[in-house]
């Protein structure tokens, strides 16, 4: 204190707040193609009882090919069903999933700033 300057503490307000959300990343919708195919694969397997095989040749003789413009599988018919069940539970049970903001209460808090 040798130099004539007062040192005080300077006060500032302290806070802590929590957001949680699900919508961080971009959500591609399928495009009309993919709803197109994924409902024709799913009116043969559910409402004509076709198997994954039986689809799967059906869709390449009529010349349908994936969305990377490939042959059809049985494991590629599969996965178009399975994935569009996973992506519709993430949406509504994860990503539209609403969170309450949390926030601390203030704290009023000193510091010496040399």
């Known amino acids: 204190m040798g130099s004539g300057v007062l040192e005080y503490p300077t006060p500032h307000l302290e806070i802590t707040i929590t957001i949680q959300s699900n919508d961080l ?34 869709l390449n003789s009529w010349g349908i090919k994936t969305q990377r413009g490939n042959k059809w599988f049985n494991t590629s018919v599969s996965s178009v069903l399975k994935r569009k069940h996973q992506r519709d539970v993430r949406i509504e049970q994860t990503r539209e999933k609403e969170y309450q903001i949390q926030i601390s209460p203030f704290k009023d808090k000193y510091i010496n700033i040399d």
Not at 27 to 51: A, S
């Open 25 to 58: 990343t971009h959500h591609q919708p399928y495009t009309k193609k993919q709803q197109v195919v994924y409902e024709l694969i799913r009116m043969l397997h559910e409402d004509k009882g076709l198997g994954y095989r039986k689809i799967s040749k059906k």
